[in-house]
């Protein structure tokens, strides 16, 4: 079956980095385009970063702009959100996403927080 599974959130203080992967499973990988998200609580799900099929560009929201980057290997079926120069306002669930046309799927998320 269909699997995303995210890993590597977790407490890091403000200015500090992490690296979070989205292993997925269950689908073609290297023929979908791939998110991440996120989610505080109270507030709507933003798109963060969108890489396609390809690897050949990447877009970002401004919130994240020059502070995260997204890659992708599409031998090992994963997806990776490396983020620095982390703040509070940064503290939410990330979710990485897979889609193609009308065909999404979604992980269960990681929490990262962000605070001294």
């Known amino acids: 079956q269909v699997q995303l599974v995210e890993s590597g959130g977790g407490l890091v203080q403000p200015g500090g980095s992490l690296r979070l992967s989205c292993a997925a499973s269950?689908?073609?990988?290297?023929?979908?385009?791939m998110s991440w998200f996120r989610q505080a609580p109270g507030k709507a799900r933003e798109l963060l970063a969108h890489?396609?099929?390809?690897?050949?560009?990447?877009n970002y929201a401004d919130s994240v702009k020059g502070r995260f980057a997204i890659s992708r290997d599409n031998a090992k079926n994963t997806v990776n959100l490396q983020m620095s120069s982390l703040k509070p306002k940064d503290t939410a669930v990330y979710s990485c996403?897979?889609?193609?046309?009308?065909?999404?799927?979604w992980g269960q998320g990681t929490q990262v927080t962000v605070s001294s």
């Open positions: 996403r897979a889609v193609r046309g009308s065909s999404s799927y």
């Open positions: 269950g689908f073609t990988f290297s023929t979908y385009g």
């Open positions: 890489i396609p099929s390809g690897a050949h560009t990447t």
